[in-house]
């Protein structure tokens, strides 16, 4: 039984209590605070009672593990009105009187730890891709989302990490909510981290709204098909293998190569394409500021973190930028919602501010690193072509070989390719003769064409030999 060892005024302590024994307020009790931290083993536990708080709280104590349920107060008076992080009043203000006392589900249940994982047993209702607070036995707090479902128990993914968890003194909160991002046009020219924080010493971002990171269901037979040409400012990707608006593609490359100074210059020159009624002169999007980019690194190193930094703020691109970096030192976990943080922030900017938006997402083999540390342990596939092999249309590929002859960019042509290309150029949207000589160069092209023979240029059409060909032929 519970022994009842001081009573003062508003505050009882209750001491004693065994694994067999049931402690729960009376409903004239409300609680000052959860059970003591230091004082908590399997046979003994303190829990705090105080007239001051309205809250109320009943304890399980069972064998190893304790869960219990807090409520809190709520009432429209507490409008205008400022409490401390446990729900009570401190701004010298008279009482909230309730209007009614919600659950908030919390968890001392914590059975196990795996990697970025931590085990929960005996929760109530779990649902999928919730969001958790861990608070932990030092006060600190960290956020997790729900990965697995099985009855009652629950596997939750720690965000920033799961060093000094325990099943002692950890307690765990399910919010019901799932992962949501703030999003606003202020972001543009902003740094965060893989979370969404910011981390450039900038003011605060009013959020314009909170969206999902799964993102909304989308209908593929609504979608508008890709035939707008992205400009990249690299002759070998815009003359050979141009992409689209709307398409995603790869940049395969390795250790060594410069595929981050490729990314950062798409960043700088990257523009969309537009073509003049009856003229051959290109030229980009009128209005450079209806064009933006979100860039999110995933596992880089510092360098690599302020290689981008730099490069952005030099070239005065960086207003226009939305970068997001996740550090080969920050949590593995994080960088599993840095991407979709990332695509949810391009997607309010491209359908609630009216931008056209260029993603970009790097390195995808640190990504695919930190999905295999959570996924099954039979999957026998590498993440990397699970995740881009069969959703990208097409590859730009970057060639060592022409990197260690100093060549740059070192893309090679070849095996490079853009699949929707066909459908962004041509008359009426780059130049007529674009997909004809795509694989031997537009105007600088046809000056080298020239030194060889015309009979040898199998692959273009007579009839554009015969308008380009001459060497007085208007361009």
């Known amino acids: 039984m519970l022994e009842k060892l001081r009573a003062r005024e508003s505050l009882v302590?209750?001491?004693?209590f065994s694994q067999d024994d049931i402690c729960s307020t009376a409903y004239g009790f409300p609680v000052k605070m959860v059970v003591a931290q230091n004082s908590i083993d399997m046979e003994e536990g303190i829990l705090e009672i105080g007239m001051g708080m309205r809250q109320y709280?009943?304890?399980?104590y069972d064998a190893f593990l304790l869960p219990y349920v807090l409520k809190t107060p709520v009432s429209l008076d507490m409008l205008g009105r400022i409490f401390n992080g446990s729900g009570k009043p401190i701004d010298n203000g008279p009482p909230i009187l309730p209007e009614a006392y919600l659950d908030i589900s919390e968890y001392r249940t914590v059975s196990g730890v795996a990697g970025p994982l931590v085990i929960l047993d005996k929760v109530k209702g779990p649902k999928y891709q919730e969001i958790v607070n861990i608070r932990l036995g030092d006060?600190?707090?960290?956020?997790?989302?729900?990965?697995?479902?099985d009855g009652e128990k629950?596997?939750?993914?720690?965000?920033?990490g799961t060093s000094g968890i325990d099943n002692k003194y950890t307690t765990v909160q399910f919010t019901g909510e799932v992962l949501k991002t703030p999003v606003s046009l202020d972001m543009l020219g902003r740094i965060?981290?893989?979370s969404g924080k910011p981390i450039d010493n900038g003011p605060p971002i009013l959020p314009e709204a909170y969206l999902d990171i799964s993102g909304s269901s989308i209908n593929p037979s609504e979608r508008t098909y890709p035939e707008e040409m992205i400009q990249t400012g690299i002759s070998t990707i815009d003359v050979m293998n141009s992409i689209a608006r709307g398409q995603k593609i790869p940049l395969f490359s390795a250790a060594g190569l410069p595929h981050n100074e490729i990314a950062a210059q798409i960043c700088r020159q990257a523009g969309l394409v537009k073509r003049l009624e009856k003229s051959d002169n290109l030229l980009e999007d009128g209005e450079e500021d209806n064009f933006a980019i979100v860039f999110a690194a995933m596992g880089v190193n510092m360098e690599t973190a302020q290689f981008f930094k730099r490069d952005f703020e030099e070239n005065g691109s960086m207003e226009r930028v939305t970068l997001f970096l996740n550090l080969a030192n920050d949590p593995t976990i994080e960088r599993i919602i840095t991407p979709r943080i990332a695509l949810t922030t391009a997607e309010y900017l491209a359908y609630e501010c009216g931008k056209h938006v260029l993603v970009i997402l790097t390195d995808m083999s640190s990504y695919a690193d930190a999905l295999r540390e959570i996924t099954y342990k039979a999957d026998i596939t590498h993440p990397t072509p699970d995740l881009t092999g069969y959703i990208t249309e097409g590859q730009i590929y970057i060639d060592r070989?022409?990197?260690?002859?100093?060549?740059?960019?070192?893309?090679?042509?070849?095996?490079?390719?853009?699949?929707l290309m066909k459908s962004a150029i041509g008359e009426g949207m780059t130049r007529r003769d674009h997909a004809d000589v795509s694989n031997q160069s537009l105007d600088l092209a046809w000056i080298l064409l020239r030194i060889f023979p015309r009979e040898l240029l199998h692959r273009?059409?007579?009839?554009?030999?015969?308008?380009?060909?001459?060497?007085?032929a208007a361009h």
Not at 57 to 60: D, E, G, H, K
Not at 139 to 149: A, H, N, S, Y
Not at 460 to 472: E, G, H, N, V
């Open 13 to 16: 302590v209750l001491l004693g």
């Open 57 to 60: 709280i009943s304890v399980a």
């Open 139 to 149: 006060g600190t707090t960290r956020r997790g989302q729900v990965l697995e479902v």
């Open 154 to 160: 629950a596997v939750v993914q720690v965000f920033e």
């Open 192 to 194: 965060f981290n893989g």
């Open 401 to 419: 070989q022409l990197h260690n002859r100093q060549i740059y960019p070192p893309i090679n042509v070849l095996p490079s390719l853009s699949r």
């Open 460 to 472: 273009i059409p007579a009839k554009t030999l015969d308008q380009y060909y001459s060497r007085d």
